[in-house]
């Protein structure tokens, strides 16, 4: 059975980014991992050390969306082909910070993103294959 590792992070909107992530950190002591600037976001995070952003506010609403991740890259394409076998159309994979990735949108039109953490030197945003995550994952022993 494939699964997610985790819930990577959610996005939300904000009109006033400053005030919301203010709120967060007060509220439920999240801790700013990125100071916003005037239009920028705010990424907080549950343990700052960990390098993680569990929560990202942006003022754009356009971008709300939550994220996932799995394991290995046979989960990352098991839910792919349950996506396509379900008639839903995905965008990807294709290469985010944080790994390959695809999008979605649930029935309500909310932005999932399914992501493969493995670190490497490769541009954001640029379209890969399967072919070529499975030389990755040979590569790193990821599979």
């Known amino acids: 059975m494939t699964k997610l590792r985790q819930l990577e992070h959610v ?7 400053r005030r919301l992530a203010a709120f967060y950190e007060t509220a439920l002591g999240l801790a700013g991992s990125q100071t916003p600037g005037d239009d920028g976001p705010a990424r907080l ?15 754009n609403p356009r971008h709300m969306r939550l994220a996932f991740s799995t394991e290995t890259l ?14 839903i159309f995905t965008q ?8 390959p ?3 979605m ?9 399914i992501i493969w953490i493995v670190r490497t ?8 294959t399967f072919g070529e995550l499975a030389e990755l994952a040979d590569q790193t022993g990821q599979t």
Request: hydrophobic share 35%; proline share 6%; aromatic share 10%.
């Open 45 to 59: 995070a549950i343990d700052p050390s960990s390098g993680r952003a569990e929560l990202v506010i942006l003022n």
């Open 11 to 17: 996005t939300l909107y904000a009109h006033d980014v």
């Open 74 to 87: 046979s989960d990352f394409k098991a839910i792919w082909h349950r996506m396509k076998a379900l008639g």
């Open 101 to 103: 990735t695809f999008s």
């Open 121 to 128: 030197a490769c541009q954001p945003g640029s379209q890969v």
């Open 92 to 99: 990807g994979p294709y290469w985010q910070q944080e790994g």
């Open 105 to 113: 949108f649930d029935p309500e039109g909310n932005h999932v993103q």
